[in-house]
């Protein structure tokens, strides 16, 4: 399914692995969970849930501001984890990393400061036909205002994108691209090096520069992304998809993009000097981050790291991937089940429809037997007209998913044909 996977043979023991997440050892409706949205949100690890703890009962103070012990503490370690985000997608500097609220405030971030400085009308901004709409109308609005205009590259029957159609969309109106790296709804994980390229020799052949930002909200969890080999301008994802807490995100920006951009919000923290006169900025990355931020989750988010970086992640991606392959052909098997999203290049997603059955039905049923998987549009409504379809069943596997409940979700769903297909 994916060139991700590194050896023809998977060792991987998710049944110790899983044991640190305690909301996978619990029974619902009397049935073992069986956690199967994890696109959605990622289960938390025991040392995440424990860095929430210990911060709120041991060091809770405001950052940055404080002389006294506890806020020295708490800004020490909201500081660390700047640095261990530095490391995780080796940015030339912790400078580059702003902490926002999730991946779609990283793209609102861009839209409202880069994109209302440097759009104007009749620029063109490249997106994809599989983004999610946290990459869609943040642009949608930016053109809106400016009169700009919004490019699709479009993508073929498996949802992959077609990168011929991408190459004739450059043009010098051309102001940026946005892309996401791995799709929520169809699982294609794109050729984002490839699309990075195309970009860096149309500026040479144009003189002009256009960055590149790459939404990688379902990317990083499954794959390590180096944004300076990748050479992405900006680089947006979210905690929560990574074994973190919800509420923190990251917007990466290459140092020389985020010095010329103008801040997002007004407030605490993000300035240098104020009076009723004037008002000076802070330098980047605090220029971007206004108010208290969100302290705890993203001291979290650091212990969320530090269990990434402690895994056996070429296994963990062999192990989800070997799980996906399994639902995948085991549903294509089926009667009246379509797979939706083929690509050659995917990540662990499994969509899928139901031929007479309404999906949310479908994960209705499914719940009644415990296992978790998301229906419907998956904020990629975009992608469900291209394929003509209302939404789909999405079943989304990581490295603590096990073969027995691939098992589980597969005779859940021919039960699940059997009972509701008309
Ligand atoms: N992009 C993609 C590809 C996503 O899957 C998601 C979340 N489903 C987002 C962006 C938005 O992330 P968040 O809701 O955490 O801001």
Known sequence: MSSLTKTATVTFDAESIRKDFPVLSQSVYGKPLVYLDNAATSQKPQPVIDALVKYYSQYNANIHRGVHYLSQAASQAYDNVRIKVKDFINAASEEEVVFTSGTTDAINL?????GRQQISEGDEIIISAMEHHSNIVPWQMLCLDKKAVLKVIPMNDDGELVMPEFEKLLSGKTKIVAVVHTSNSLGTVNPVA?????VRQHEKKTGKTVPV?????QAVVHEPVDVQKLDCDFLCFSAHKMLGPTG?????????LLNSMPPYRGGGDMIKSVSFEKTTYNDIPFRFEAGTPNIADVIAFGAAIDYLNNLDRIGAVNHEIMLAEKAANALSEMDGVQLIGTAHQKTSVVSFIIEGVNAMDAGMYLDTLGIAVRTGHHCTEPVMQRFHIPGTIRASFLFYNTLAETET???????AVDKLRR
């Open 194 to 198: 490839a699309i990075v390229h195309a």
């Open 213 to 217: 930002l790459i939404d990688a909200a």
């Open 110 to 114: 861009v839209a409202a400061t880069w």
């Open 409 to 415: 979700l597969v005779q859940g769903v021919k039960k």
């Open 248 to 256: 923190v995100g990251v917007l990466y920006g290459k140092t020389n």
